[in-house]
């Protein structure tokens, strides 16, 4: 077992808890003097240490052995979204076989909790989610794609698929993201999903597209903001996430200013998910 670290000013706390949101190997702690934080993530090897460590600094340090793999995860409560989704962290076909008994009529999706990536519980992807149940309906009949910039896990992704997207893109420039993303895709069963490791701030998107959603930094978003309007069908919408409340001024201007109409936005918490079109 590896663990990276690294000390982080307060101001930023929330953005790390996003990050590694729902992750049973990230521990925050508030250091003496309320000014700062320490971050460590749990890592199995060595390998995904280091690349945290490539992607935000840090330290990485090896632990003393004991038998980790005797330690159980924690499955938590499931996640209900709007009256369609159901997300669980229980990667057994029989407890995910139970909550479709439970629960009829809703889709269940297992996204267990990885390095990194969670199973839709924070606040910012539980409402992008509950966006895309809500633009899908407007959808509901006809055809659409969805283009998911920031997969993470892959949960809005594989969550627009089952909710009717005949072809879905999930981006993310972190590789173990993709991995991630195509093992949840197994999982779950499900097909019509291209998974592509890119920075969206390079990347291009061929074709257009019904919805896209983007769950990112609000400084990425400030500069992909010109790119998602450039890749948004007529009528198309935009779901953005990841923004403290703080943030949100600049962000919504710096979308404006690309073009893009704000029609709506919503406050969870110290974060803002908002609606968008061209």
Not at 83 to 112: C, H, M, N, Q
Not at 186 to 203: C, Y
Request: aromatic share 8%.
């Amino acid at each position: 077992m590896w663990v990276w670290t690294k000390l982080s000013a307060l101001q930023w706390a929330d953005a790390w808890q996003e990050r590694f949101c729902w992750n049973p190997g990230m521990v925050l702690t508030e250091l003496k003097g309320r000014k700062s934080v320490r971050v460590d993530v749990y890592c199995k090897t060595k390998g995904e240490a280091a690349r945290i460590k490539e992607q935000f600094g840090g330290t990485v340090r090896k632990l003393a052995d004991r038998n980790w793999a005797a330690l159980k995860p924690v499955v938590a409560a499931p996640l209900k979204i709007r009256d369609r989704l159901l997300i669980t962290s229980d990667p057994s076909v029989a407890g995910r076989r139970k909550l479709a008994r439970e629960f009829p009529g809703r889709d269940v999706l297992s996204i267990p909790s990885e390095m990194a990536f969670g199973t839709g519980d924070h606040a910012t992807t539980a409402s992008c989610l509950r966006r895309l149940v809500d633009e899908a309906r407007r959808w509901r009949g006809k055809r659409w794609r969805l283009l998911d910039l920031g997969c993470g896990s892959g949960i809005l992704a594989i969550g627009g698929r089952l909710l009717g997207a005949e072809h879905c893109e999930a981006v993310d420039y972190d590789p173990k993201a993709v991995v991630v993303t195509e093992r949840n895709l197994k999982r779950n069963r499900v097909e019509g999903v291209d998974v592509r490791e890119a920075n969206v701030l390079d990347w291009r998107p061929r074709g257009r597209f019904e919805i896209v959603t983007a769950n990112l930094f609000a400084n990425v978003l400030r500069e992909a903001f010109p790119m998602m309007r450039a890749c948004l069908a007529n009528d198309g919408k935009l779901i953005v996430s990841g923004i403290l409340a703080d943030q949100w001024p600049s962000t919504r201007q710096a979308g404006e200013a690309a073009g893009l109409k704000f029609t709506a936005e919503w406050k969870r918490g110290k974060w803002i998910t908002a609606l968008a079109r061209s």
